[in-house]
């Protein structure tokens, strides 16, 4: 029965969905059972070309990791790109799928989905409650519908067509396959960049974006990708035992968190920068805090396994490896 499965991953070259095909392959699922398409063999925002795609493919499950991504500046400089691109892509999978017989699909949202001002942690019910951060309200929007795309068909199709379609969402991600970029990266990688090259330059001091207070929790993509793993396995009835029909997303994280501040000194300590770090408060915070009630995830019997210091260690190791001589040029 496993061996038949066939497993689309949308975005199999991303830092997620890399990691999950990594694991899926060494969980013993074999090549052949498992569907990519890159970018520019197939864009999910097309229409035409997803419906093609799922009507050719006989695929039983779908790993929906494909989405436009960013940090802070990406999002408040691209907010039209963030929104379009991720409505159409969602829609178009969740719905092409659903018309090809899918049975089994998994949505990455993000903890951005959450009011800027949730009760921390954020427990699974805040979704709704409040206003958005408004640096990412665009993409946290086409998050939310998502969500709401994957409880309509359950709710509309869940008994008649027997399909199951989760979401998860991942608090900030971080590790190999990680998108260095100077401006549009996510602060973890972006930070790696910059000390390194200032240790490379023998800079005497490090400027990171805003106050340096807000605090975050990072999550280690290996585990993420075995979250999404578990999630996808849990048998229904346990999944739905912890779930509600209009509440099913389930939370990612560690449930810890650390300021930007600390979060400096760590990267500078793993790269051996001994410089002045700085902070550039004209640079925009986002919310004060985002940290994951996690409580759903462990009581489907999940928690994450890397710790910070070691998911910092293997990502800068993979910068070293893979993404040094881009990030200089
Ligand atoms: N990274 C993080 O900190 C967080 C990520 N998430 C979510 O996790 C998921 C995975 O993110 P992550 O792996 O970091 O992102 P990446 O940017 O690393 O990967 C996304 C992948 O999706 C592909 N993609 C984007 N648009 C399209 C499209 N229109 N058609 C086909 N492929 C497309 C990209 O291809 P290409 O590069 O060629 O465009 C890329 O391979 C996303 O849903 C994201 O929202 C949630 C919270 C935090
Ligand atoms: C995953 C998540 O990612 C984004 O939300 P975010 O959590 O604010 O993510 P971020 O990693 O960009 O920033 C975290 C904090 O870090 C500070 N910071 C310092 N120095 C740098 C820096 O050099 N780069 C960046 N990017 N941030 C920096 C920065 O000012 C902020 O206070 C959303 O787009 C959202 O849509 C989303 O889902």
Known sequence: MTQQRRIFIAGHRGMVGSAILRQLLAQGVSP???VTRSHADMDLTEQAQVRAFFQAERIDEVYLAAAKVGGIHANSTYPAEFIYANLMLEANVVHQAFSAGVKKLLFL????????????????????????????EPYAVAKIAGIKLCESYNRQYGASHGIDYRSVMPTNLYGPGDNYHPQNSHVLPALIRRFHEAREAGAASVTIWGTGTPKREFLYVDD?????????NLAPEVYHAHTRPMLSHINVGT???????????LVAREVGYQGRIECDSSKPDGPPRKLMDVQRLQNLGWRATTSLADGIHLAYLDFLQNHRTAAAS
């Open 32 to 34: 052949a059972q498992i």
């Open 224 to 232: 993420m990708a075995a979250a999404s793993i578990h999630v996808m």
């Open 255 to 265: 449930g810890e968190d650390l300021s930007i501040g600390e979060l400096a000194a």
């Open 109 to 136: 949202g993000s903890s951005c989905i959450y009011p800027r001002l949730a009760p921390q942690p954020m427990a699974e019910d805040a979704l709704l409650t409040g206003p958005l951060e408004p640096t990412n």
